[in-house]
């Protein structure tokens, strides 16, 4: 059974770092590329990131570019999204899911950012 | 940013009843290789999102033959035949033709 568990979610100050986790199982994780998912509170999804199977290709939407990255550690299938300079429109539940098309999600990790 | 429009934002439905979404596009979702890649994902409530269909019209594993998705180019849809309980939540139309990848507002699917 395919299973993606996000982690390292929380409260956070504007202009701080977080970093969160996605432990895969149930799959091959190698042979994913992996993308990040959030929603906002009460709001839509918006896609975030993706990075490709082997981590050679990572692309990102442009409001995070330059504050966010995705990598991922094969050998552990861990996916990573490490979120600096958090801002007040940061604040979402992020998911982490298989790409493309986004066919398994997790269950997804709530990050607030606020003083 | 490519926009995708979908409508209604509420559907109120009866069980048994048909339900259809309409998610049109601003730009076409033809991919130079050829491929439209139009999904559709549902939210029940307090889930994940969950993948309904991919490229306009393919079932994902697992998901009734209820649920049909068609359309081309800039404008698409879902059709719900016989809703059941199951399906009531938020349904998403995602593209992932253009850099960035975009999700419609959401059409809720709820009782009447």
């Known amino acids: 059974e395919v299973q993606l568990v996000e982690s390292g979610g929380g409260l956070v100050q504007p202009g701080r770092s977080m970093k969160l986790s996605c432990a895969a199982s149930g799959f091959t994780f190698s042979n994913y590329g992996m993308a990040w998912v959030r929603q906002a509170p009460k709001k839509g999804l918006e896609w975030v990131a993706y990075?490709?199977?082997?981590?050679?290709?990572?692309y990102y939407r442009d409001p995070v570019k330059g504050r966010f990255t995705i990598s991922r550690d094969n050998a552990k299938s861990t996916l990573y999204l490490q979120m600096d300079s958090l801002r007040s429109e940061d604040t979402a539940t992020y998911y982490c899911?298989?790409?493309?098309?986004?066919?398994?999600w997790g269950q997804g990790t709530l990050v607030t950012v606020s003083s | 940013d490519v926009v995708l429009t979908q409508t209604p934002v509420a559907q109120p439905v009866t069980l048994g009843d048909q339900a259809s979404i309409s998610c049109r596009s601003s730009?076409?979702?033809?991919?130079?290789?050829?491929?439209?890649?139009l999904e559709w994902y549902l939210q029940k409530p307090g889930q994940s999102p969950q993948l309904l269909i991919y490229?306009?019209?393919n079932r994902f594993s697992g998901v009734p033959d209820r649920f049909i998705g068609s359309g081309s180019g800039s404008d698409f849809t879902l059709k719900i035949s016989r809703v059941e309980p199951e399906d009531l939540g938020v349904y998403y139309c995602?593209?992932?033709?253009?850099?960035?990848?975009?999700f419609g507002a959401g059409t809720k699917l709820e009782l009447k």
């Open positions: 730009q076409s979702l033809v991919h130079s290789n050829g491929n439209t890649y």
């Open positions: 995602f593209q992932a033709t253009h850099d960035p990848y975009t």
């Open positions: 990075i490709s199977y082997d981590g050679g290709s990572t």
């Open positions: 490229k306009v019209s």
């Open positions: 899911t298989t790409d493309r098309p986004f066919a398994y």
